[in-house]
């Protein structure tokens, strides 16, 4: 049966909460939108169709794409073109040049696309190839909102997909596997790291037989070493997966490897019976006779088995409940324990699987949920702002909530991939090298257990998200940097009343900056301990209030200035302050 449904509209602390985890975070105008809506409306907005594929990057040493047509002496180096490629990652995430009838949508959509880069990874420096890393990237977009796109599209499919993807190939050695030489790195990491795992983390006895991984074994991925043989890299990117283009139409080509040899003898494929172990039923795989060239294996023999794999994968329940740990370890907390993996995740495998292993409808369902919003009878210990933002999160997130300009990626290229590099250096000073994460498994936040994502934070890496948010807000700091205005964003998004009473303020920010919200007061007499403290709440009070003169009355003096602008450098310098407090705040980097 589904997860049990919420009914009633979302309110502020909801609406905030959905919209930072289903999105790469909203502005001060989305959570008011969405707070008057109900769950079901809510993700009928986020998941609205059809939405526009992005604009291709641009280099600026030509002033034009490079991705689907090459490139020639002209181009940068690709070593540049690996970073452009990077800030236009950036971009897509902040949704820079979408309509605003589009703009939740697409970012809901560029949350899953990288989520699916958490789950099925790469590494920049092993793949070292602008467009393949781009082509996995725009794979990842044509799967990501799968519930009204023909069957074919589903994570099955898309673990196929994955499987002869060029950057995928290169990542996990894929190229090397060749028969008689069989190399096990992308065979032992699709079981354990990208389908059915090990088990629920936590819960597993210790291994007492060497090579039983509890739902495979090594025989497993030696077999599946054997299926997986004979490909290679397409450095030209003329082979092209005419599935996905046969399902979309005008929609451009997405380039895969290629078989070793040629498409009418993979003479590199191992043509052999491949036997698995009793965990998968002592199942096998063999080359279909009717896709053969006489006895030789072909390229349609050899993706064919490579299908028969990922079916026999996806056969064991297991898989699918792996998968759903990894969506609810996402997007909801990180710690599963065996009751909630018994209910809450079964439920959406199950789920899962009547869909026909689509994504979009697990997380539709998810969103809609009592458990997504602790709004269940009897809960007392809920998730909001159980997370730590990653520095993604923290950075994007922010400049979408202020709304900071950016360059323009296609007439301002230069401009926009200086401020991009920026921003990937200042994300990699947090902790987290964007697209280039330690392992093969991703980055530690969403797999290492058990401490997921208290990964992202250490005495230097929470130093540095402060330095963030003073070079952001402070007018002093970095001349260079992109810069929030906070005197217009209270201008624009909060009206005058609310604005010039220094109290009323504080609460009114907190309401959209962060998750605990609800039921705030001074006082700490009347303080319930639901959300912020009355401490919590006076200390911002005290850090808004000060500034360079001696006020007798700081929350008079504070109502007066904004309510009489002849004084704006101290309003400026007030508000800076409040804004540090606020955003250099523990609770801020919780969503």
């Keep these: 049966m589904p997860l049990p449904a919420f009914s009633g509209t979302l309110g502020y602390k909801r609406a905030a909460h959905l919209l930072h985890r289903a999105s790469f975070g909203p502005t001060k105008v989305q959570i008011d939108s969405f707070a008057t809506l109900t769950a079901s409306q809510a993700v009928a907005q986020l998941f609205q169709q059809p939405l526009p594929d992005p604009v291709l990057p641009i280099d600026p040493e030509t002033g034009t794409e490079w991705v689907l047509t090459g ?64 082509f996995q990237n725009q794979l990842f977009r044509k799967f990501a909102c799968d519930k009204t ?16 993807d060029n950057a995928m190939l290169r ?43 509890f739902n495979f074994k090594e025989q497993d991925v030696r077999a599946a070493a054997q299926v997986l043989s004979g490909w ?13 283009d046969l399902f979309l139409t005008g929609t451009q080509k997405l380039p895969r490897g290629k078989v070793r040899g040629s498409m009418t003898n993979a003479s590199a494929h191992d043509n052999s019976i491949k036997q698995f172990s009793e965990r998968l039923d002592n199942a ?3 080359p279909n006779p009717l896709l053969l060239n006489g006895t030789n294996p072909t390229e349609a023999s050899a993706l064919d088995e490579i299908s028969q794999l990922i079916e026999l994968i996806y056969s064991r329940p ?150 963030f948010i003073r070079n952001l807000v402070s007018d002093s700091q970095m001349a260079g940097m992109m810069k929030m205005d906070p005197v217009a964003f209270v201008q624009t998004n909060i009206n005058t009343a609310i604005a010039s009473d220094a109290r009323q303020l504080i609460i009114e ?45 700081p929350e008079a003096a504070w109502a007066f200035r904004w309510n009489n602008p002849v004084d704006m450098e101290v309003v400026r310098r007030q508000l800076e302050n409040l ?9 801020y980097q919780l969503y």
């Design 71 to 134: 490139t020639t002496d002209a181009n940068s180096g690709d070593s540049d073109l690996q970073e452009f490629l990077k800030g236009w990652m950036l971009g897509q995430m902040m949704g820079l040049g979408v309509a605003p009838s589009s703009a939740l949508g697409y970012a809901t959509r560029e949350k899953i696309v990288f989520f699916l880069h958490t789950v099925l990874t790469t590494i920049q420096s092993k793949v070292d190839n602008s467009r393949s890393l781009y």
């Design 149 to 164: 796109l023909p069957p074919q599209f589903n994570m099955k499919e898309l673990t196929k997909k994955v499987s002869v």
């Design 171 to 213: 990542l996990l050695d894929g190229n090397l596997n060749v028969n008689g030489s069989v190399n096990e790195n992308y065979g032992r990491e699709l079981f354990e790291l990208y389908t059915i795992g090990r088990g629920l983390e936590g819960t597993l006895p210790p291994a007492t037989i060497p090579g039983d991984y």
């Design 232 to 244: 290679e890299l397409d450095t030209t990117f003329s082979t092209v997966d005419e599935t996905v």
């Design 284 to 286: 096998t795989i063999q």
């Design 318 to 467: 297991e898989t699918a409940r792996n998968f759903c740990r990894r969506i609810y370890r996402y997007f909801v907390y990180h710690e599963i324990t065996q009751t909630l993996d018994d209910t809450i995740i079964a439920e959406m495998a199950s789920t899962f699987i009547s869909s026909g292993y689509k994504l979009q409808p697990v997380l539709e369902e998810l969103f809609q949920s009592q458990h997504f919003y602790d709004a269940a009878a009897g809960i007392t210990d809920d998730n909001f702002g159980g997370i730590i933002k990653s520095p993604l999160d923290l950075m994007v997130g922010t400049y979408r909530m202020f709304q900071v300009p950016l360059a323009d990626p296609v007439t301002q290229a230069t401009t926009f991939y200086e401020q991009t590099g920026e921003l990937l250096r200042a994300m990699s000073s947090m902790g987290m090298h964007f697209y280039e994460p330690f392992d093969v498994a991703g980055y530690d936040a969403y797999h290492q257990y058990p401490i997921y994502h208290r990964s992202w934070i250490s005495t230097n890496y929470l130093t540095r998200r402060y330095e």
């Design 509 to 553: 920010l907190a309401k959209y900056l962060l998750p605990m919200s609800e039921n705030l007061t001074f006082d700490p007499n009347l303080d319930d301990g639901a959300g912020l403290t009355a401490e919590r709440l006076n200390y911002f009070l005290t850090a808004f209030l000060k500034s360079p003169q001696i006020d007798a009355d």
């Design 579 to 587: 804004f540090n407090a606020l955003l250099q705040s523990p609770e």
